[in-house]
């Protein structure tokens, strides 16, 4: 078993050393295969060192890693043309992970506020959000085990919750700002917005007068098989956060913003790292990859593919169902296997002939379901080698939960 005890504890990490990936696979130092459905948590958006990823890294690193932030670079000046062009936002932030992105939201909103509604600098966001681990967007996020640990935490972050107007309408006061929130909230369970609950929360935002802050960072990039997430809900926020999948596994995140909420001025915002072309050179990359005509449509196919295999698969062992927007995907379990099923799939599957050999790399981000993030180019003979592999992953679980009762 390998335990580190020099990296510092922040993550349950398996005993694995992964040596390689390609695609939808990964394989460790000892000659180990797995099929891997989680992809970095889905940073991995055309798979694991996708040619067209490396080698514009390959490319952008022999000429040009970091000029500083304090001028232009190539890559950097027409990955943001192309995001504006692309999407209906006037500006683009690029920074290094979807936590800053949310950072920035965060900072666009409370300026924003100060200078246009009078003072006001509250940010609503909602239960069981996920926005990130530093200060604000820890605060944001507002789990209690942070408070806690960690509180005092950032103050100016009301709570109000999914799917239901009047719980965020009560939380408007003359000191609100903004409303942020993922259209679907990944980290909590694959929990989607209703399209009704997203165009109510528009208007309100325009009654109040208050910035709409989507957080897209697992969302965005064609994850939900739209470009953008909110053109899936025909809803236009203030200000769009992008990370995970935008470089296909690079550290990459983006802020895109329309013109009224752009209201930085030098020195207020930014980073020694912040837009490198090394990095956006891979940005521009996924995004010529993902713009390709029939790329998203394919990923919308892929996705009623996965939907109905994991809906076949739930119906024949009577779990209660699955769920989920394009890509990402849940499938509820109806009772908290879910670690025993990824621990399994991970560490004893490769042990069945019948599945040939490999392993299988899932994500259960609460005990009752499996969240899916497979790669937007996935094949659906990989769908299907999945579902082998979960059926039996999760029978072995469900007899184990049997067991224990009996
Ligand atoms: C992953 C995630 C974050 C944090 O991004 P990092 O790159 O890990 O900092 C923020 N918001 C959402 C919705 C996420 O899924």
New binding site residues.
Partial sequence: MIVSNVLMNTTARAPIVMVEGKGSWLMDGAGNRYLDFVQG?GTNSLGHAPSCVWQALAEQASKLINPGPYCYSEATLRLAQELVERSAFDEVFLAN????A?ECAIKLARKWGRAFRGGAHETITLFNA???RTWA?MSATGRPEYSATFGPLVPGFPKATMNDIPSVERQITARTAAVMI?VVQ??AGVLCADPAFLQALRQLCDTHKLLLVF?E??TGMGRLGRLFGYEHFGVEPDILTL??GIAGGAPL?AVLAKEHACVFVPGEHGGTFNGNPLVTAAGLAVLKEVSKRSFLQEVRDLASYLSLSLAKLSSELGLPGEGGIGLLRRLDLGQPIGPEVVAYARDRLAVQPSLGGSALLLNSPSPNLLRFLPALNVTRSEIDQMIEGLRFSILVALRQARAVAS
């Fill in positions: 948590r992970s979807g936590t800053e949310n996920f926005h990130g967007a993922e990944g980290q957080d960072v697992q990370g995970k995140s």
